[in-house]
């Protein structure tokens, strides 16, 4: 029978659970080759809204909690295709052509360009599953050597933790922003301005004429179709693997860095107490053995024993 | 964007046979042999190179780009060009200048003797220049002092583009066609029927009306017609 209960209901929980998503600030950055292009990339994640359930088996529910990608900066390099002209077969033949002009080209290679693509704060995803609570022992390495006492009086006794240990995570992509769509074509027109900007109105027609509208060119590059939306979530979920990426920095969140609860072993069940004129009297520490939690429907419990 | 622009072709407003640039080439048939050639530039000869050309059962062209003659060159030796020829026809080789300003002359020897000289274009050879700068255009032909006018009009962003070359003779009567109009980004080839130097420079600029010619590519000269004859000759189907 454990010697200690202590019980927390799911409204205390619930201002843990607040401050613990406070405290998420993640940041990640990589780059990924696709077919006609790369993407350069950095994201930051923080938690918004978002609730926990106790449910009656054991298990917290966490409900709708918001991802902000804030920063998210997604920078595609573009491979942007030779301008020439000239290249004519004025001389063809049943086999082939017997005299090609030369072909003259506007830059000596395809050109490679980056524009940064800022889409801080414009994606949300949210996320929601199902908790367990993981009981894990934390022997903090800054007291070693010291006895209980000089480690207590210090600050750094060892804990038992109790951590979200979630079993399931779904995430959803719940929101671009309008705006998105008004970036991409300022991303558009920065590309062009950049790759065409140095020419001369005549020039740039002749561009223009040749390959197509440049702006559909560069749609066609990265394989923009009509639905922004689902473009966008395509490279940022798949491509990129944003989406799981995020669910992977708020699993090691909740489950392995921020316990929701924590309980210092030895545990002080009577502080340091100077006698006057006298010694001053050490605390009364006692170990806390084998924790364990229970939530139900209304209250999460840690009952524990105490003792050697 | 790292990538170097050529921004010669935006320049380019004069064009002349004896002083090759950008945007402008020379076509010179060849019989089989062995040839070795000279690229000048001013009074320098800036690089040397060879062709030989071979008898196959196909004439070919090879293209020279004078540029990288007078490039450097890793083992100091020659660059080798390669073309052929078939049966009682020439091949053909074709000098032009990826980039840069003009100024190139090519001399070619055969056996030790002179076998073309780009300061002064033959009968046979052929000229092509490809106009990007919307405007009018005089062209000239040196010695016969003859005077024809290209329109180049401005290419319309967003409607299909064909690039089309033009074909003009030099007779000693004078440019047929006397007046070429065509789009930017399209090429005239001037098909000598007589030794000259031709020039084409930018008079005016402005919006020129492009007008689109009727009629399949023409290439004059004794050579050129034979071949013509012959490709005709193949194309139509045998009597029956």
């Not at chain 2, 000693?172 to 070429?180: I, L």
Request: charge should be negative.
């Amino acid at each position: 029978m454990a010697d200690v209960e202590i019980a927390l209901s799911e409204s205390t929980v619930q201002q843990v659970f607040r401050v613990l998503r406070g405290k998420l600030r993640e940041q990640a950055s990589g780059s990924v080759d696709l077919v006609h292009f790369s993407i350069d990339w950095t994201v930051g994640i923080r938690l918004e809204k978002g609730r926990i359930d106790f449910q009656s088996n054991n298990t917290v529910l966490l409900k709708e909690l918001d991802i902000v990608y804030d920063p998210l900066v997604v920078t595609p390099g573009l491979n942007i295709p030779k301008v020439c002209v000239g290249g004519n077969c004025i001389l063809p033949s049943p086999f082939g052509c017997i005299i090609r002009l030369p072909r003259y080209c506007f830059f000596e290679a395809d050109p490679d360009l980056k524009v940064p693509l800022d889409l801080s704060g414009l994606i949300r995803s949210e996320i929601s599953g199902t908790c367990g609570i993981r009981t894990e022992h934390f022997d903090d390495p800054g007291n070693a050597g010291m006895s209980v006492w000089q480690a207590h009086a210090q600050g750094v006794p060892d804990k038992w933790r109790f951590f979200l240990n979630p079993g399931w995570l779904d995430i959803d992509l719940i929101d671009i922003a309008d705006t998105v769509g008004a970036l991409l074509d300022k991303l558009i027109a920065a590309v062009v301005d950049t790759i065409l900007g140095w020419l001369p109105d005549w020039a740039q027609d002749l561009v223009e004429a040749i390959l197509g509208s440049f702006a559909d060119l560069i749609r066609d590059i990265l394989d923009i179709g009509d639905d922004i939306e689902e473009w966008l979530s395509n490279l940022l979920g798949i491509s990129i693997g944003l989406f799981d990426l995020a669910v992977q920095l708020v699993l090691q969140h909740f489950a392995k860095k921020t316990p929701i609860f924590e309980l210092e072993n030895p545990y002080p069940i009577m502080p340091a107490e100077a006698m006057s004129g006298g010694p001053v009297l050490v605390p009364v520490l006692v170990p806390v053995v084998d924790p364990k939690v229970v939530v139900t429907d209304p209250e999460l419990t840690i009952s524990a024993s105490i003792g050697v | 964007m790292s990538t170097l622009v050529n921004t010669a072709m935006l320049r380019a407003t004069v064009f002349e046979s004896d002083a090759l640039g950008v945007l402008a080439s020379i076509i010179h048939p060849l019989t089989v042999g062995e040839y070795e050639g000279e690229v000048h530039y001013g009074k320098a000869v800036v690089g040397t190179f060879g062709i030989t050309v071979t008898e196959d059962a196909e004439p070919s062209s090879v293209q020279i780009d004078l540029n990288v003659i007078a490039g450097p060159n890793a083992n100091g030796l020659p660059r080798k060009y390669r073309a052929t020829t078939a049966k009682e026809q020439v091949g053909y080789a074709v000098f032009y200048a990826s980039k840069g300003s003009r100024g190139f002359q090519v001399v070619l020897r055969g056996n030790g003797e002179l076998a073309f000289d780009s300061r002064r274009l033959q009968s046979g050879d052929m000229y092509a220049v490809t106009l990007i700068r919307p405007g009018r255009y005089k062209m000239h032909a040196g010695r016969n002092g003859l005077v024809g006018r290209i329109d180049v009009g401005r290419a319309k962003a967003g409607e299909k583009f064909e690039s089309e070359a033009r074909t003009v003779a030099v007779e000693e009567k004078g440019f047929s066609p006397d007046a070429v109009a065509m789009e930017s980004g399209s090429s005239v080839v001037f098909a000598l029927a007589s030794a000259t130097n031709i020039t084409v420079a930018l008079e005016g600029e402005g919006e020129a009306t492009a007008v689109r010619p009727a009629g399949p590519i023409r290439i004059l000269g004794r050579d050129h017609r034979d071949i013509e004859r012959r490709v005709e000759a193949k194309r139509r189907p045998a009597k029956e």
